[in-house]
């Protein structure tokens, strides 16, 4: 037995449609009017906010199947409203983890093509092809949990690629992936449209990689509707265009933001926290990800932390951060940063903990716990007994999230989930800040001020420990940078 045949590629078209979420004031996106043709291949632009994760999410139907929000104009495949179109459309969320549902890597892989009745023997034709696609090459048994954020992204897009859909939809899809995986992956998305002739709708801040692979750009306006359409060279080649998309936030190649404050410099004041032959691993019987690590972290300086993905780069910043026992070897925090609390972070209470190291996971969702942006700027500083008001809303204000102070931050876009996760950290001003992929999903505009912000916390006296595939905010941040593959860290001052 076979599977059908693909009914092929998918048109798309959208008559001033707008979505606005349950219990928020302001559309998520509106007065949008599109026409895409059959395997047209779309880059979707725009200032974070701007809703581009809306549009893809009311494309692959999922807008209203657990939203009860509003809907205004008509968005359509094939003539059809998405939830109807069954199958037609694969999205790869932004944040790959809520999109891994099995245990096993095959399993997940062969999950949504079983769902649409693909017959058993071309499911797993197709799950090996998907996973060659990606690169992700790893036992169809291996355990989806003991993957990185990395390699989940992986999954996630060769799950999608899996169903063969005629509407393929991106949302941030190398995000979090090291220089090599980018191209990798996008590499392994043409040759899947080149293949099937599946339209495409792909929204990624960084310009560059898409931009020769694509046959045209929309730009959405922050304010409804849509700022700039055309082909590559149209929209990004133009002087005068290329000017307003930069000031309305879009990563325009060849005209990186400006940003505030200097490029710290030198190793940093004294010592912090001090790690000595550090061996780290995700469990206590877990293999060991990271050994014999020897690093001194030092207030006022910053430092990057690169390598490839699975590599252990989070798994050795949440042991730091005293989030994980270390498995050999010694973490000891200097009487400056300690205080009271004793020499053993993973020890410390997290009241204790949320003072002197604060973390920023990679997954935002991972750390919200309250149901108001408010709230959540306020729950640290209350747990640490030390509520500061005009902090937090200076926090709020540098990061772009005054006007979003009411709403839940579950609902919140992939750039304003990660800008209010550093915020919440910022607001108990810890003297070590660690970020677990700072700059992912953010706009040009907020990328220079968070990087502004940052040099200035360096320049104040804290320690800013950054993991990051991020080379420009690695060149903008200064310091040095710790190099982690093969189980072992190489430090490089710079």
Same mark, same amino acid.
């Not at 989070?314 to 925090?333: D, H, Y």
């Given at each position: 037995?076979?599977?059908?045949?693909?009914?092929?590629?998918?048109?798309?078209?959208?008559?001033?449609?707008?979505?606005?979420?349950?219990?928020?004031?302001?559309?998520?996106?509106?007065?949008?009017?599109?026409?895409?043709?059959?395997?047209?291949?779309?880059?979707?632009?725009?200032?974070?906010?701007?809703?581009?994760?809306?549009?893809?999410?009311?494309?692959?139907? &999922?807008?209203?199947?657990?939203?009860?929000?509003?809907?205004?104009?008509?968005?359509?495949?094939?003539?059809?409203?998405?939830?109807?179109? /069954?199958?037609?459309?694969?999205?790869?969320?932004?944040?790959?983890?809520?999109?891994?549902?099995?245990?096993?890597?095959?399993?997940?892989?062969? !999950?949504?093509?079983?769902?649409?009745?693909?017959?058993?023997?071309?499911?797993?034709?197709?799950?090996?092809?998907? &996973?060659?696609?990606?690169?992700?090459?790893?036992?169809?048994?291996?355990?989806?949990?003991?993957?990185?954020?990395?390699?989940?992204? /992986?999954?996630?897009?060769?799950?999608?690629?899996?169903?063969?859909?005629?509407?393929?939809?991106?949302?941030?899809?190398?995000?979090?992936?090291?220089?090599?995986?980018?191209?990798?992956?996008?590499?392994?998305?043409?040759?899947? &449209?080149?293949?099937?002739?599946?339209?495409?709708?792909?929204?990624?801040?960084?310009?560059?990689?898409?931009?020769?692979?694509?046959?045209?750009?929309?730009?959405?306006?922050?304010?409804? %509707?849509?700022?700039?359409?055309?082909?590559?060279?149209?929209?990004?080649?133009?002087?005068?265009?290329?000017?307003?998309?930069?000031?309305?936030?879009?990563?325009?190649?060849?005209?990186?933001?400006?940003?505030?404050?200097?490029? +710290?410099? %030198?190793?940093?004041?004294?010592?912090?926290?001090?790690?000595?032959?550090?061996?780290? @691993? /995700?469990?206590?019987? =877990?293999?060991?990800?990271?050994?014999?690590?020897?690093?001194?972290?030092?207030?006022?300086?910053?430092?990057?932390?690169?390598?490839?993905?699975? @590599? %252990?780069? $989070?798994?050795?910043?949440?042991?730091?951060?005293?989030?994980?026992?270390?498995?050999?070897?010694?973490?000891?925090?200097?009487?400056?940063?300690?205080?009271?609390? =004793?020499?053993?972070? !993973?020890?410390?209470?997290?009241?204790?903990?949320?003072?002197?190291?604060?973390?920023? !996971?990679?997954?935002?969702?991972?750390?919200?716990?309250?149901?108001?942006?408010?709230?959540?700027?306020? !729950?640290?500083?209350?747990?640490?007994?030390?509520?500061? +008001?005009?902090? $937090?809303?200076?926090?709020?204000?540098?990061?772009?999230?005054?006007?979003?102070?009411?709403?839940?931050?579950?609902?919140?876009? =992939?750039?304003?989930?990660?800008?209010?996760?550093? @915020?919440?950290?910022?607001?108990?001003?810890?003297?070590?800040?660690?970020?677990?992929?700072?700059?992912?999903?953010?706009?040009?505009?907020?990328?220079?001020?968070?990087?502004?912000?940052?040099?200035?916390?360096?320049?104040?006296?804290?320690?800013?420990?950054?993991?990051?595939?991020?080379?420009?905010?690695?060149?903008? &941040?200064?310091?040095?940078?710790?190099?982690?593959?093969?189980?072992?860290?190489?430090?490089?001052?710079?």
């Amino acid at each position: 037995m076979t599977a059908a045949p693909s009914p092929g590629p998918v048109h798309v078209r959208a008559r001033g449609w707008g979505w606005r979420h349950a219990g928020r004031r302001a559309f998520a996106a509106r007065h949008l009017d599109l026409d895409l043709r059959p395997g047209e291949r779309v880059l979707l632009l725009g200032a974070s906010g701007a809703g581009k994760s809306t549009v893809l999410h009311g494309l692959a139907g &999922l807008l209203g199947s657990h939203d009860e929000g509003e809907q205004e104009g008509a968005l359509l495949l094939d003539g059809a409203p998405p939830a109807a179109a /069954r199958g037609r459309a694969g999205l790869v969320l932004q944040d790959p983890e809520t999109q891994v549902v099995l245990a096993r890597v095959g399993d997940e892989v062969a !999950f949504a093509a079983e769902n649409l009745a693909v017959p058993r023997e071309e499911i797993w034709r197709r799950v090996g092809r998907a &996973l060659d696609d990606v690169g992700l090459d790893l036992p169809l048994d291996h355990p989806t949990t003991a993957l990185s954020g990395g390699q989940k992204q /992986r999954l996630a897009l060769a799950s999608v690629l899996a169903m063969e859909p005629g509407l393929l939809l991106l949302d941030e899809p190398t995000a979090n992936l090291d220089p090599e995986g980018v191209l990798e992956v996008r590499d392994a998305v043409v040759r899947v &449209l080149d293949r099937t002739g599946a339209t495409l709708v792909v929204v990624e801040h960084r310009v560059a990689v898409w931009a020769d692979v694509v046959d045209r750009v929309i730009v959405l306006d922050a304010a409804g %509707g849509i700022l700039a359409d055309g082909t590559p060279g149209t929209v990004l080649g133009q002087e005068d265009t290329r000017a307003r998309l930069a000031s309305a936030g879009v990563w325009v190649p060849g005209r990186p933001p400006a940003v505030g404050g200097t490029v +710290p410099s %030198g190793p940093g004041g004294g010592t912090l926290l001090s790690a000595e032959g550090l061996g780290v @691993a /995700r469990t206590r019987r =877990g293999r060991v990800a990271v050994g014999d690590l020897d690093l001194q972290v030092r207030s006022g300086g910053a430092l990057s932390i690169t390598g490839p993905n699975g @590599a %252990g780069k $989070s798994t050795a910043v949440l042991t730091l951060g005293g989030l994980l026992r270390p498995r050999a070897g010694r973490l000891s925090a200097a009487p400056a940063l300690a205080g009271t609390a =004793g020499s053993d972070p !993973f020890r410390w209470r997290s009241a204790q903990l949320v003072q002197r190291i604060g973390t920023v !996971f990679q997954e935002p969702e991972h750390q919200f716990l309250t149901a108001s942006v408010e709230d959540e700027l306020a !729950f640290g500083p209350r747990q640490a007994g030390a509520v500061d +008001p005009a902090r $937090s809303g200076a926090v709020a204000e540098r990061l772009r999230l005054t006007h979003l102070l009411k709403a839940n931050p579950f609902t919140l876009s =992939g750039g304003e989930k990660r800008r209010l996760s550093v @915020a919440t950290m910022l607001a108990t001003a810890p003297r070590v800040l660690i970020l677990d992929e700072p700059t992912f999903g953010q706009d040009a505009l907020t990328w220079a001020e968070l990087v502004t912000l940052l040099r200035e916390l360096v320049d104040d006296g804290v320690a800013v420990l950054s993991v990051t595939h991020d080379a420009e905010f690695i060149a903008a &941040l200064g310091g040095a940078t710790l190099h982690i593959s093969g189980g072992a860290g190489r430090l490089v001052a710079r």
